[in-house]
C-alpha cells in the first residue's frame, strides 16, 4: 500500500487488508511505505488512528517508511493511493516485470477507472470517507485473492 507520506492513506490500507486478512485465515505478508520519505519514522497521522481504532482496527505501532526497490521483490502487488503515487512507483521499477506489479487500489472496484482514493491531510475530504473507500477495496481485495 503505497501513498504520498505514508501517514494517512497507505496506513489505513495496510491495517484495513491485514485485519481482512486475518479475519479470513490468510497468511499474507502485508505492509505500507510512501514515494516521499520525509515522514520517515512517523506515527500514522492521529485522524488515521481515530478512524482506525473507531472501526477496531490498531495502526498505532506502524511507522512511515519510504518505499525502496527491494518492495518490488518483497511483495506480489503494489497498490497505489493515486496516479502520482502510481507513476512514481512505475519510475522507480526496473522492468515490465516490476511495473505489472504496481496496480490503483480503487480499480479492484472500478476497474480501469483509475478512481484516486484522495488525501485527507488537509480536511477536503473525510478520513472516514477514505477509510470506507479503502475498506471496500480491500474487501474487493480479499474476495479476488483470498481463495
Known sequence: MVCLGNICRSPL????LKQK???AGLNWEVDSAGTYGGHAGEKPDRRSRKVAEENSIDISKQRSRQFNGYDFEQFDIIYAMDKSNELDLLRLA???AEKAKVKMIMNELEPSEDIAVPDP???EYGFENVYKM???ACD???EKYGK
Not at 490500507?13 to 484495513?16: L, N, R, V, W, Y
Open 94 to 96: 526496473k522492468d515490465d
Open 140 to 142: 474487493k481485495i480479499i
Open 121 to 123: 491531510y488537509y480536511g
Open 134 to 136: 479503502l475498506d471496500l
Open 13 to 16: 490500507a495496510e491495517g484495513i
Open 21 to 23: 486478512a486475518k479475519d
